[in-house]
């Protein structure tokens, strides 16, 4: 079966604290997703990315970074937490995507990471 | 931005009833896709239909797509209990991105 781990299902921090949440898949992706989802907002795009050490930004990249340092792993980084941060935060991977052709791969999510900013 | 919306926000239905669940959306699109998820879990595939698709099937779930009123529909037929959850549509915005809706909840009472 196809996995994608989110290390932390849930998380407490304080304001001005880094966070990491860290994201794994087993299935030689090369596509993977963070997203936030909030009440009434659906799930809303942060970064992703294509390739290892390839970046994006999506809708909403600002007080986010990420990092893709191996194919199978992308990790989020909030690096001074704020309470507007706090969210379930979703990732996900897909399989390539063919140069010149749009996404038309199945998004793999995990189970979630629930951060609270105290 | 959000590229799909879904309709209606929030749905109630007997078991054995079918539900209906309708998404719109703004550009012109590649494919659409739904999703399911339970409370307070990742979300699960259901259905990829592509634009020159007007409808699928899948167990008891149907999809239509109608790209000139930029528009699709999910039927669950025969719901059951085990249905309850939110349901979103997904579409391709540009070559890398997936941008959902806000979601239909969906609850089947016993």
């Known amino acids: 079966d196809v996995k994608v781990t989110q290390s932390s299902r849930y998380l407490v921090k304080r304001t001005g604290e880094k966070v990491f949440l860290e994201c794994v898949q087993d299935m030689d992706h090369e596509n993977m997703f963070w997203y936030r989802q909030d009440p009434g907002l659906g799930l809303r795009l942060i970064y992703f990315?294509?390739?290892?050490?390839?970046?994006e930004k999506g809708d909403i990249p600002e007080g986010y970074s990420v990092s893709r340092e191996k194919k199978e792993r992308f990790s989020l980084i909030l690096e001074s937490a704020s309470t507007n941060q706090t969210s379930m935060y979703l990732c996900?991977?897909?399989?390539?995507?063919?140069?010149?052709?749009?996404?038309?791969?199945?998004?793999?999510f995990g189970e979630g990471s629930r951060l609270t900013v105290l | 931005s959000q590229q799909g919306e879904e309709d209606p926000q929030a749905l109630s239905i007997q078991e054995g009833e079918n539900a209906t669940m309708n998404c719109s959306y703004k550009t012109s699109i590649n494919n659409l896709q739904w999703y399911r998820q339970n409370s307070g879990r990742g979300l699960v595939h259901l259905i990829l239909?592509?634009?020159?698709?007007r409808e699928k099937h899948s167990g008891r779930l149907r999809v239509t797509l109608d790209t000139s009123k930029k528009s699709s529909s999910l039927l669950i037929t025969a719901s059951r209990a085990a249905d309850t959850a939110s349901y979103f549509c997904a579409t391709d915005a540009g070559y890398d991105k997936v941008i959902f809706g806000p979601g239909t909840s969906l609850s089947v009472i016993p």
């Open positions: 996900a991977s897909s399989p390539p995507i063919s140069i010149g052709q749009a996404n038309t791969g199945e998004l793999f």
């Open positions: 239909i592509r634009s020159n698709e």
């Open positions: 990315s294509y390739d290892v050490k390839m970046k």
